[in-house]
């Protein structure tokens, strides 16, 4: 069944959120996430036994400032607005509460990276558990359905095929994009860091970063999940060029730019999703083979096996350049382990010291 989808119509949301006026909405967002933030970085610090420090004060306004401007950009700049996916009034404000929840995570799991490279079950877990369990009770959490497919759209006439059954039971199609979301991320983690484990002999990544994508896909679904994924490479190689013109080399794990490349799909979503243009001069955008559409290549199965081959390339540049970050010498505190190739010694799993003791 083929769905119409027509464009957002003008002001189709009211600037508010719950009733409430947005700048003091933005305001009880970010106190709310920060309290939570301070309280899961105070226990994933617990759990791998070290000192918070400041940690907790700096998490906590990090994710304050990142869920009142995601608060802003949602109901105001319609950051995640696409035609494909209009909710209600209600469930769009609880998706910013929603999302809000996945930021304040992500922080908090970046804070015990930074400082041990640990990434801990005790934020990743209940993360996948409460990212799954909001999408099934809601029903109308999404930013991008479980399938849909914008080959099929016939402009002014059709909108791109959408299988009716997701309309018909929100709740299962809830559940769905998220448990797609989760074993996507977490898959496809997982399949990397199989891979380059035995074409360098050690990890690129722990498995704390699996179960970290496998919590982003829960809360965002697969294929945003699939592009933050290809994202961090960029924003490593992005840092890592930064560090090395200002002439630091200090060792970063890769989670925290798993968690930079999952807020930036976050905050642009609308725009990589209906991200489109020409590839020759005078293309049309009805033109599907002079015009390319991001959105399309995520309903063709021929077009998601190249974007597969995609990523393993990409794959094999990072794991090159990792290669020559092991030169790289670098100064670490005793009890900091790492799971990343850009130092010389890896832990068997990303989750607590305890494990390798």
Not at 345 to 351: A, E, H, I, R
Request: net charge negative; charged share 15%.
């Amino acid at each position: 069944m083929s769905h119409r989808f027509d464009a957002l119509p003008s002001g189709c949301y009211s600037v508010d959120m719950f009733g409430f006026p947005l700048t003091t909405s933005a305001g009880i967002v970010a106190l709310v996430s920060a309290s939570i933030c301070w309280a899961f970085t105070r226990r994933a610090f617990h759990e791998i036994k070290l000192p918070m420090g400041s940690w907790g004060i700096v998490s906590a306004v990090t994710a304050a400032g990142l869920t009142a401007g995601l608060t802003f950009a949602m109901l105001q700049a319609g950051c995640q607005d696409t035609p494909d996916v209009i909710p209600q009034p209600f469930w769009r404000d609880a998706r910013v509460i929603y999302q809000s929840l996945l930021i304040v995570l992500l922080v908090a799991a970046t804070a015990t990276d930074l400082e041990s490279f640990y990434i801990t079950d005790s934020v990743t877990v209940p993360g996948m558990i409460l990212g799954l369990l909001g999408a099934t009770v809601a029903g109308d959490l999404q930013i991008i359905h479980v399938w849909i497919d914008w080959n099929q759209e016939i402009p002014q006439l059709a909108g791109p095929y959408r299988p009716e059954w997701m309309a018909v039971h929100p709740h299962l199609h809830g559940f769905a994009w998220s448990a797609a979301g989760l074993v996507a991320g977490g898959g496809l983690t997982w399949g990397v860091r199989k891979i380059s484990s035995g074409l360098l002999g050690q990890e690129t990544m722990g498995l704390g970063d699996v179960w970290l994508m496998g919590m982003v896909g829960s809360f965002l679904g697969w294929q945003p999940t699939v592009i933050a994924f290809m994202i961090a490479p960029l924003c490593a190689l992005s840092v890592g060029l930064l560090a090395r013109l200002l002439g630091n080399k200090n060792y970063v794990p890769y989670g925290p730019y798993l968690s930079l490349a999952s807020i930036i799909v976050i905050f642009t979503w609308r725009w990589i999703w209906m991200l489109e243009f020409g590839l020759s001069k005078g293309a049309s955008a009805n033109d599907r083979v002079s015009t390319f559409a991001l959105r399309r290549l995520f309903g063709d199965w021929l077009s998601l096996a190249a974007i597969g081959t995609i990523t393993v390339f990409g794959l094999v540049i990072l794991l090159g350049l990792s290669r020559l970050y092991q030169l790289i010498p670098v100064k670490r505190s005793d009890h900091s382990k790492s799971s990343d190739p850009l130092v010389e010694t890896t832990p068997s799993d990303q989750t607590t010291p305890q494990e390798d003791e």
